[in-house]
Every structure is written in C-alpha cells, then in structure tokens.
C-alpha cells in the first residue's frame, strides 16, 4: 500500500467511521451472533498474494460488524463505559504513525516526556496530593489497564517489604529469610475488591485474603475491617504486605473507608510497610470535578493511585494512569539494565525510563490522545461530561425508588450507577417467575442486613425473578446492561456513561425494565 | 468534537502522516533534544476551555516531531526493527473506533474469534506444528509484548509444576509444600536470552538463573550447557521449572539449540515438567520463508512460542504473538471469574475470553491490524519483504568482511543483523583512539575464544575504538545504531528491517562507518 492508496483507504475509512458513530444507536447494542459465526465466514488462510483496501474494507460491515457489541451506543448501559471519543482516536492514529516501542527515553524522548506532562496535569486536574507529580519523588505512567498496574505496584510492594525484612542479612541467612518470608505474605483487599487484586496475588507468587463488607457498610471496606484481618492474619503467622482499597468498586461503586484505613496503617509501627493502593478505576475520572477533591484527602499516605481514564473520562482504552508516591519503589523493583539498552541519558539518571516502571519492556505512544483529549474538551468539557452523567445517574435512580412497587435500590447509587433487584410482590404466593421455573440462582451468602425480613426461599425466589427480567432484557437487545451477585443478593447495574447517552435513552431503558418487570409476573 | 470536525480533523491527520512518511528519510533518524526540553514548551495544565484541533494539530509538527526518534526511517538500524505500516495503521484506527475493553467473549464476540481465526492463521504460514493451533489443544493469543508473554507463560508454567509437585496433599501439608517448592524454584535462560525472562523471575517471585553461551557454539544454548546447568540445580536443591530458549537473540541473533535442549529435556523423566519457551520475538517473522521451517521441528515438544509481528513482520506495535500448546496450562494458572463477568456463553465453555490467556483484564481489537497486514501483503508478500532484508543483510556483512583491514565480524550475520567490531590495527602501538582517551569500557568477561590471539589490554583497546565510534555515529545522526556487548566484546549491531530500507541506505551506513573509523585513528 502506497502514500496515495493509504490516503484513499484512510479518507474511506475516515468516513466508514464516522457514520458508524452517527448511527451507532440503531444497531442492536449486544451482538447476537452464535459462537464461532467468524471462523465459517473466513477463509482458512490468508491469500497468497496480497488483496486491495476495497475488497478488505467491505469485508468489516459484512463479516466484523455483526459480531461486534457496541461499547459507544447510547443504549450501552453494562460494566462500566470505555469511552472512545474522536480526539482520542485521533491520538491512536498519530501514536500508530509515530511509532516507537518506547522502552527508553531515547528511543524516541517525546514520548516519555509527553507522558511525564500530561500525568502531571491529570494529577493536578483530579486534585491528587503533590506527592503524585514527578517533580517531588513520585510521578504517574500509563499502564494497560487497572489489573496490570495492581500487579505492577504489588511486585514494587513485595520487593519493598522482603528487602527490609532482609536487612543487614547476607549470603545464606539472607537467601532463606527472603524464602521463609515469602511464604508467608499475604496481599489484601476487600470482597469488593476488583479481581484483579487476587489475580496479580497469583501472578506475583503471594497468597490472596479478602476481607468482608457489609451491606449496613454501604459494601465499604472500614478500619474496624482492616484491623480484625491484620489481628487475624498475625495470629496465623502471616505477613500482610499490600492492600487495595477502591475508590467506586465494581459491583456497587461502593468507597471504601480512606480515614479509617489510613489511621489503621498509622498505627502500626513496623520496619516492613503495608503498601496501600487505590483503585480507582471508574470512579476516579469524578475526581475533575472539586465536589470530590474531599475524597483524595488522605492519598497522602498511600503509595499508589490508578484511574482509568479510557472508563468515564473520554479517552481511548488503554490509558490506565498509574500514579506512584516513590517512583524508586518501582524503579528498585522492576530495573534490569542489559547492555544493549545502556545510553548515556539513562546511564547518567537525567532521564526516566518507562520500561522500569511496568511490566513489558515495549509501550506505546499512548501520551498523545491523553493530551488530545485534555486540551479538546478542556478542564471544564471533561467536568461536564462527568456532572452530566452523575445527574443523568440521580434521574435514572429516582424513577426507580418510584416504582417501589417493582424494584428496590440496594446500595445507595453513586458515580452514575443504580444498582437495584425486583421487589418481591406483597403476596409473593400469589406471583410466579413466568414459566421460567428452571431458572438457576448463583449461590451466595444471605445476609441479615438486606431485606431483614426475607426468607432464604424469599431471597432465592427473588433472585431469580431479578436474574430472569436481567437475561431477558439482554436477549432482547435495545438495552444492554449487567448483574452482579452482591451478599448473596442478585442485582441489576444501570450505568450511564458513554458520550452519546442522555435522559431519552436511559428513560427507553427504564421503560423497559418496568415493562419486562411487569410481563414477568402471571396471577396463578 | 462534532463528527463534521473530526472528519476534517482526520483527513487533516491523514496528510500529515503521508508527508511524514514521505519525507521521513530527510528528517535526522534520532532525536537530539535535550532531557526535559518538552516542559518547557508546554504550559502547567490542560486549558480550562477546550481548543480546536487547529491549533492542537500545530504543535504536533513544532514541539513533538523534534523529540521523535523515527523508527520508520530507512537510516534506523538499530535494535530490532519495530514496522508500522499502512494497513497496520487502518487496523489501529478501525481498532480505536470499534472499542470494547473484550475481556470476555461477549463483550464483542468478532474481537475474540478475529484473534483466534487470524493467530491459527500465523501459526500455519510460520510453520509452527499443529499442536499451536486453536483447533486442538493449543491456540494462539495476542500479547502485549515477547516480556508481557514471558510473565504469562512463567505463571503457568510455575502453577503446573506446583499443582504437579502437590499433588495427591491436602490441607496444612499441601500449603506447606507449596511454599518449600515455591522457595526452590528457578527458571532458566542463557545469558544471551533477553532480560524479559530476568524481569518475568522478579516478578512471578521466583529465583532466575542464566546459562553460559560460548562464541565458539556461536553463543547459542547447548544441551551440553542445559544439562549442566539443571545439574548443578539438582545439587544445590533448587527445581528447575521453566526455561527460555531463544530463536534470535537479541544481541546476535544467535540461535538455541533446539534439538539438543529437546533431547536433554526428553531425558528428564518427572511429573513435574519444565516448560520450555521459545522467544523468536524478532527473528520468527523470518519463519514465514519455507527455508526456514526446519528451525521449527523440535517445537512439537516444547510448551509456548512466542513472536512479534510488531517487529519485522509489517504490524505495528503491539502484536506479540504467543502460541501454547495447552491452552488450559495458562486458563487453570489465570483464570478468576467473579460474578459481574459471567454470563451463558463463558459459562457453557462454549467461547474463549482471553482475558485467562493473559495478565491484564482488559484488551484492545489488536486482531484487526494482523488481519489487514495478512491479506495487504498476502503471503508471497510478507516473503518478499523478509527475504529482501536477509539479502540487504547478506550484502552488509560482505562489504563489512570485505574491509577486514577495519572492521571485524564478530558472530555469524543472521536474519539481516550484523555484529562487527574494529579490527585492531597490527601495530597497534601506533595507534590510539583520537583524543579520545577517557572512553570507559564495559566490564566483562575477557573469553578465551574471541580473538585468542588478544591480551587484555589489547581487548579493552579494542573495545574503547569500537565504542567511540559507535557513540559518534549516534552522536552525527546521519543514521542510528546499537552496540552489545558479548562475552566481553564491545560490538556494533547493524540490522535492515525497516519496510522503507534498500542497499542505498545500508551503503550509507557503511560508508558512515568506513569514515568515522577511518577519523578515529591517527599516527602519533
């Protein structure tokens, strides 16, 4: 493909994309194709000589776009939003023509110093504590996602705490101290915790504990919490080196509890720190506006911070911002220097290297759509934004407690998400799931705190009744939404968050939910 | 931005990168900003009002384009080769626009079945056995990059032999076990493998040690050297669970002894295997060319093989292509499904979700670019282009041996790299590095095979030549190189792998090399 044909193939795709997202809301959100509908499609190999743009781009609407679910739909209303936005993608083209893999600051200096500015802005525009900014001790880097810095800031955190449990040892002694430590680490979070926290636990060899949250906790992680795991955990000889807390978890954007967690840490006295992470993922793109600023006050004790700013703040996936309050933490832990990437700007400490604070040696250019995407909208678009969904959220919540006769709010909503189940009819005898009687109930925990007044067998019949108006409003296709098991209790997620959603679309999705709700139940 | 903006933003965008491509051979190949200069031309902050993309594109050309190291140069050859494409770029935009985070099948089914369909495909034009492909137990997936691969294929491998060494325990004795095995286990590589698998030891927790390569084996890996190395573990008492073998190593492009290592490992007869890895990260784009498909016979007994199109197959960067030849090794290791991500389709085993082949939850639509690099260049196309750098290659070293009287080879030119280093002149009394006397020489072992004829100070003479010339070669910018430094040699790397690289340019560079060497000495 030459200049001339890229250009041609480019401007076609320009455009390709650009009716796409002008008519995205008529697609079927969810993809319904049957697995494996791809393989029978394609040939069993690629031709043996090449093929023009013309015959591959006619191949995207026929053969990609039936298996695609559409994550920038307005009726997109599952998982979090993973916003794509056209500033943003602009910076995916550029950053795909000016490639470098970037694992130094020499293989192409612009890409680490753009990345090092515009973390330092975010910083600052999400109200973090200065201990963040790369002009004291710390600074931010773009990771892949939010798993990969947990896993990131869990090896700086193991290697932190197994080298000061292994002072001033040496040789043998050393060695088996290390060993004998290791099997006894434990890195914590809560069950609200993201999985990635016990998946980056395997990753990184180091056994994985979650501690409990209550519902009368609004699912928060709290310092009483915190305090009976670490009282546990030292009863059984075990050593917690790292804990995440979340800022907006995944089920129920719950908080956990920073001041509590923060005195907990404060009062221990110990050589070997706990690291503490934030994860912030979703929620943390609120942190623009300055009616959350309360929120980042006790950051200053922590180690880590990580938001997403390809969930809710407009940007491309991947741009995970990963801000660390010593950068020698992971610069101590990650570094490995052979001589084929020595150069005398690294050698000599007057430049960072990215590739020591990650886990892949080779990162892209994923510094120019943040950019792109701060100085398009600009501090007051991106407040906007954010405002808008959390009082498109409030509506969308306040329908919902007004039909108390079909639903009942579970957790209190926050950060644009409703999470809510069926309302068991007064006379639960007198209702049946309609016809789907074999329908199946993930097992969990019933807990006193929610519905106190309900059965196990109420609990289970209302489950399935929420689990079934969820399943046949997703095989239905206008809306596309997720569930979550949370204390036992089977909820449905509403959230709004994609650029292209305002109040018609989520009051089409309330619409339907009343009316699926409504059809579910028969009189015997 | 509306989508009339962005459609006339991104014609705008498309121009320029035709302009860049055009003229980038004219533009100085390697940055020589200053640490820090991008700071300074850039305010404290993101604006408070959003900008046009007018003046956002402006500053792309005035304050990016001169921190940029343009590895699409035809004057870079340095490292590896790291090819961005037209097509491959098409891939990154429609990838950008048709976003879904497709950590799970449904999320957008085309993601996962492109991937799995397009990685089947590569499988087959490399030659790899059939045990890699999808349709039995094997299958290919999309990594990041050949270091993010090796963390994911240690994990498995760690998590196999521990349930392996486990087996048949319960309870306080298997916890036991776990962590006294844990304690003991070390993965291996030579000492020519890349430090991805020293990094990948820090991080999965485990002990790494490396295997010496002797320039008289041309620093491949022996069996010889593995089964001393797994001999001395046996005495030590550390268990050996997981091994790097290299197809091109980074510094020469060695290449390990694959049968050898085969037969060793054959021997080994325990329940707890060693998974053997093949890092062909560069070098395996060269197994599109059937004259290399003998290279792949022995990969039938080993466990994961990794290559990156990103580097010389015409795919911009991330495509690392990693093949397992059970997938359930790394979904048994990886694999944690908390309820907000279950659904029917996962559920019935029906689907893949990569999301367990990999660290990170989320992932981008990286199969699309593959998918239009295949069918652009076709398979006749992607041999073209190897087959052309070989030759490029081949001609290269031929002009370096040529002028023995300056240069001389130091490994075997392989897969279009060459590694030279100065001849030291006869007398070489009467010659001395020119005004150059405080060059500092790496340390390293001085090896008896390089050179024999050589003393140590005639070696570390050498080595100061070879490096002052290299360093004013970068310094000049005419054209971009790498040095290694191999078994205590300093040497010159010259590789051609840019798309846009012929003989004229590969003849610059050795006339650049010629002059600069020919200026370094002068008589007394």
Aim: glycine letters at 6%; charged letters at 25%.
């Amino acid at each position: 493909m030459n200049s001339a044909e890229f250009r041609k193939a480019a401007h076609s795709a320009i455009d390709e994309i650009v009716d796409y997202y002008d008519t995205i809301q008529d697609r079927r959100v969810v993809s319904n194709v049957e697995p494996g509908y791809l393989r029978k499609l394609l040939p069993s190999g690629p031709p043996e000589e090449g093929e023009q743009w013309a015959d591959i781009q006619k191949d995207i609407e026929a053969k990609i776009m039936p298996g695609l679910t559409h994550w920038q739909s307005p009726n997109f209303m599952a998982f979090f939003p993973s916003n794509a936005t056209y500033p943003s993608m602009l910076g995916e083209l550029y950053s795909a023509a000016f490639h470098a893999p970037a694992f130094n600051w020499l293989c192409s200096p612009a890409i680490t110093e753009l990345e090092t500015v515009v973390l330092d802005w975010l910083a600052r525009i999400l109200y973090l504590p200065d201990c963040f900014l790369s002009e004291g001790e710390g600074g931010g880097v773009i990771q892949g996602s939010a798993s990969e810095a947990i896993v990131t800031v869990m090896v700086a955190a193991r290697e932190r705490y197994l080298t000061a449990a292994c002072e001033n040892l040496e040789g043998k002694e050393k060695e088996d101290k290390r060993t004998q430590t290791m099997g006894r680490l434990v890195a914590l979070g809560s069950e609200q915790s993201h999985s990635g926290t016990a998946k980056a636990a395997i990753i990184t060899g180091v056994r994985y504990r979650s501690m409990p949250c209550r519902l009368q906790d609004d699912l928060a992680l709290t310092g009483h919490q915190l305090r009976a795991a670490l009282e546990q955990c030292a009863s059984e000889g075990l050593e917690p080196f790292y804990l995440t807390t979340t800022l907006g978890t995944t089920a129920t954007c719950a908080i956990d509890r920073f001041d509590e967690i923060r005195a907990v840490v404060d009062s221990i006295q110990s050589l070997e720190k706990i690291w503490i992470h934030v994860d912030a993922a979703y929620a943390g793109a609120a942190l623009v506006c300055e009616e959350y600023a309360h929120l980042t006050k006790d950051f200053v004790a922590f180690d880590s911070f990580e938001m997403n700013m390809h969930k809710w703040l407009l940007t491309n996936f991947d741009a995970g911002c990963l801000f660390v309050r010593k950068r020698k933490d992971l610069t101590s832990a990650l570094s490995i220097t052979p001589s084929y990437l020595q150069n005398p700007f690294s050698d000599k400490g007057l430049v960072t290297d990215y590739r020591d604070w990650q886990i892949p040696l080779g990162r892209r250019f994923r510094a120019l759509k943040i950019w792109f995407v701060l100085r398009t909208y600009g501090i007051n678009g991106l407040k906007a934004h954010i405002r808008n969904h959390i009082q498109l959220g409030e509506s969308f919540a306040r329908w919902v407690r007004q039909r108390e006769d079909l639903f009942r709010i579970l957790t209190p909503p926050a950060f644009a998400l409703t999470v809510f189940t069926l309302a068991l009819p007064a006379h639960t005898d007198s209702w049946l799931p309609n016809g789907d009687t074999n329908v199946k109930v993930n097992e969990g925990l019933v807990t006193a705190d929610y519905l106190p007044e309900t059965s196990t067998d109420q609990l289970e019949r209302a489950n399935a009744l929420t689990k079934t108006v969820y399943e046949r409003i997703n095989a239905a296709g206008g809306i596309f939404l997720t569930s979550s098991v949370v204390e036992g209790v089977y909820a449905i997620r509403v959230v709004s968050g994609s650029e292209r959603t305002d109040e018609v679309h989520l009051r089409k999705a309330f619409d339907i939910l009343v009316k699926t709700t409504k059809e579910m139940f028969r009189k015997r």
